[in-house]
């Protein structure tokens, strides 16, 4: 099953709702929802920097994850960047794909 690794940053509203849940109950809302669309959370991490939340989702498409991001970043309360992640085995198979390409600029 594909993974995405989604970024998420909660917006003003969605920090005054996670004060009045709680970060467990977060984490099994966003269990709920992932479950919802065929997937499963592989981790979910609360973080300080950048990120508020650093979670690696199994996800059964590119279109599921499209759908998860799309829902939750339209709740107003967070913001998602959502990250495709390939296996080592993955970018072998792609190494192997020999393709013609002239660079911008080249003779």
Avoid: C, H, N
Wanted: hydrophobic share 45%; charged share 20%; aromatic share 8%.
């Amino acid at each position: 099953m594909p993974k995405f690794l989604l970024q998420v940053k909660y917006t003003t509203e969605g920090l005054k709702g996670l004060a009045g849940d709680s970060a467990s109950g977060r984490r099994a809302d966003v269990q709920a929802a992932v479950k919802a669309v065929g997937g499963k959370v592989e981790a979910f991490y609360f973080a300080f920097g950048d990120d508020d939340v650093i979670t690696i989702l199994d996800l059964p498409s590119p279109v599921a994850a499209a759908a998860f991001s799309l829902s939750t970043s339209g709740s107003g309360g967070v913001r998602v960047k959502t990250t495709p992640l390939l296996t080592v085995e993955e970018v072998d198979q792609a190494l192997e794909i020999q393709m013609q390409y002239r660079a911008p600029g080249a003779d």
